[in-house]
């Protein structure tokens, strides 16, 4: 997993990851109701612990946008935060459960359609929602992907009120930013050394911080204050910190609720950290395939820990995994140096972090979002066909209108569907000759054939000659046994025979001496 050849490009990458990962952990604890100093906790674990522990290359967690409203109503249900902690300690266990249950193997049926539509649509929230925070306007909290907000605006309504409240010092920031990245990137790509070890993003961030400074200085109109700076609760040191962990309060153990809502979060971080790291397999484009049930053990780790010292609830998180990924991050050394960096900065230099205006980060942030949802993507998707490009789309609109985890949700059951009607497809043939008819199962058949079968049965006029062949497969699920011998039966009445190939296994249990009569024939 760790390669010192790689460490430059490891190194390149935390820096990238630790500037995403920063607001978004203020923002994430922000939007749960949650201490702003249990964000940052979680994003320490996510990355030092879960990093380590975890078998992927480039995968990075931290706390989740998609548990937000989770984690909110369960801190109201149970009264306290550090009753809610309890339920994070007990879901890590829980998904240290998971992960010795081999539960991580769910995370191999996820179809490919679902997966590129979730990256795509991320994409296109990071663009739309990162926009008025770029123009200056922080209404919202940054790393919110749900298309209501808390305050009653949706993701178009709110791109609305910041075309009409724009700050110009921080427009200018956000241009001065983008200008930076973009060619910085580009000089890297020609193979300039200094440009390929100092990311663009860490000159961007402090480019924007002194040119704020110049405006207190100089322009006095432009100067970016308030709730358009990253806020952290710390002014510094390492007693500070540390005095903002809280233990679980243990006597809620005997609380049942508690027990609900720790299974309720170790379900969906679950999902949420397998989705996330069969994406980044395919991001990452090096045929790497992660261990699921060493993830769920890597994510158990994390929130036991979080629950044990007052974070709230992390996954493996998309938006900081594909920072790493077009940062250069080769191995997870880049993941653990990334909450190296957050936890040493917050405790040493936290008053030079709250310098940062948000629409530079906003602009880090849209560059990651262009990068998943290129249009490139969807011409691809597209040209794969319908079976494939429609459980696309849907997903990147259900997630577009409803929340990640909602959007999810539709976008697999109707993946599901399609896949469904793919595995149908050609699994059962009829061919017919006169009264002669001949039934192939070509490759295994489940119950979702059922239908198609029952429909070919229907079809076969009474006093005809059947030949069932399933030769050429090895499973055939019980009910398509059962539809068989229905048929068999309901065929001795109307005189119709029926042949079986014998030389499938599959179909052994229907040989049994006596059972059919005479019309039924054993065929070698």
Known sequence: MFNVAYWKHDLRASLVVFLVALPLCLGVALASNAP?????????????????????????SGPAAGLTVIVASAITDLGSFQVFTLSVFIAGLLQIIFSFMKG????????????????????????????????????????????????????FSEIMLAIRSTHLGSILVALLSLFIMLGWERAAQKGKSIFQLIPGALVAVLSAVLMNEMYKRF??????????????????????????????????????KVY????????VASIESLLSVDAADKLSGEGRITSKNRELFAQGMGN??????????????????????TGGGKTKLSAIMHGVWLLSCVITIPFILNLIPLSTLAIVLILVGYKLTKPKLIK?????????????????LAIL?????????????????????????????????GNQYLIRFYKDVSFLQKSALMKMFQEIPEKSSVVIDGSKNVFVDDDIVDLIEDFIKHSKNVGTSVELMKSSLALSSLFKEGVYGQNTKNVA
């Not at 926009?131 to 922080?138: I, R, S, T, Y």
């Not at 036991?304 to 990924?325: E, M, S």
């Not at 959007?407 to 009607?421: A, H, L, Q, S, T």
Request: proline share 4%; with cysteine.
């Open 380 to 396: 691809e998707m597209y040209q794969k066909g319908m079976n494939q490009f429609i459980p696309f789309m849907v997903t990147i």
């Open 104 to 155: 991580g193997s769910l995370g191999n049926y996820f179809p490919s359609s679902v997966i590129k539509g979730m990256l795509a649509a991320i994409g296109l929230i990071l663009i739309l929602k990162q926009f008025p925070h770029a123009v200056g306007f922080d209404n919202d909290y940054m790393g919110n992907t749900s298309f209501i907000q808390k305050d009653g605006q949706n993701t």
């Open 401 to 433: 209108f409803t929340d990640l985890l909602m959007g999810i949700i539709i976008g697999m059951m109707v993946g599901f569907v399609f896949v469904i009607r793919s595995n149908m497809h050609k699994s059962i043939v009829m061919v017919q000759e």
């Open 260 to 267: 609900v809502t720790a299974f309720v979060i170790a379900t």
């Open 219 to 256: 322009f006095p109109g432009l100067i970016i204050d308030g709730q358009h700076l990253v806020k952290l609760p710390y002014s510094g040191g390492f007693n500070e910190f540390f005095t903002s962990f809280s233990l679980p309060d243990w006597s809620a153990l005997s609380n049942s």
């Open 304 to 325: 036991t820990l979080c629950g044990l010292v007052g974070g709230i609830p992390v996954t493996a998180v998309i938006v900081r995994t594909t920072a790493n990924i």
């Open 36 to 60: 702003l100093s249990s964000g940052l906790i979680a994003g320490i674990i996510g990355g030092i612990v879960v990093g380590f522990f975890s078998s992927s290359h480039v995968s990075v």
